[in-house]
Structure formats: C-alpha cells, structure tokens
C-alpha cells in the first residue's frame, strides 16, 4: 500500500525552527516529484516547496523563499521540510503529496498525499 506519513509538527514559538518528515512506503520516493503544501482554513491549498525527482532541482513559494528547505534522504525513503524563522503567518496544517512533476501551482497533479501535520506558532 502506498502511503506517505508527516511527522514534525506542533506548538511552535515564533522565530522557532521546526524540521516536518514525510516517510514513504509502498513506494521510493525518489521516483517522484514531493510537494510540501499547507492550508488553513477558509483557505485554497498552497504549496510551500517541492523537490524533482532525480535531478533533485528545489522549489519554493516567495513567501518561504530563504526561510525553508526541502531535502531528500534516499536511504531512508523520507523527505524533510526543515522550517526556520517562523512568524504566525505559517500556521497551517502541512501536507507532503508525491507526482510525477514538481509544481507548487496545481496540487492536482500530486498523486499522493499525506495525512497532514497541523505547525501552529504562537508565544
């Protein structure tokens, strides 16, 4: 069975530095493209950052552009989302989804997705 897992969130302080997993199985996740997205409520979709497969070549919304990185770890089927500088604005339940193309504009391309991890900042 395909499935893949986000792990990492939580009560985060601002300024705070959180690292989200996304562990895969049934399948290698280096034979796609892995798209982070978040959503908050009353709110579209939005893609945070994804990573090719392969090539590995990185994506990242403006919003998080220097402030987030996306990573692979191939031994360990899991990419990773580590998350620095956080304000209240990145609230939001985050998603990880696997496709055959890297986009942060059409989550409908994503084959996979995750369960999600609700990330919350506040003091």
């Known amino acids: 069975q395909l499935q893949l897992v986000e792990s990492g969130g939580g009560l985060v302080q601002p300024g705070g530095s959180p690292r989200l997993s996304c562990a895969a199985s049934g399948f290698t996740l280096d034979d796609y493209a892995i798209g982070w997205f978040r959503q908050v409520p009353g709110k579209e979709r939005e893609g945070v950052s994804c990573?090719?497969?392969?090539?590995?070549?990185?994506y990242y919304a403006d919003s998080v552009e220097g402030r987030f990185t996306i990573s692979r770890d191939n031994a360990k089927n899991t990419v990773y989302l580590q998350m620095n500088s956080l304000t209240p604005e990145d609230t939001a339940v985050y998603y990880c989804a696997a496709g055959r193309v890297a986009t942060l504009d059409y989550p409908n391309l994503y084959d996979y997705w995750g369960q999600g991890t609700q990330v919350t900042v506040s003091s």
């Open positions: 990573i090719s497969s392969y090539s590995g070549s990185t």
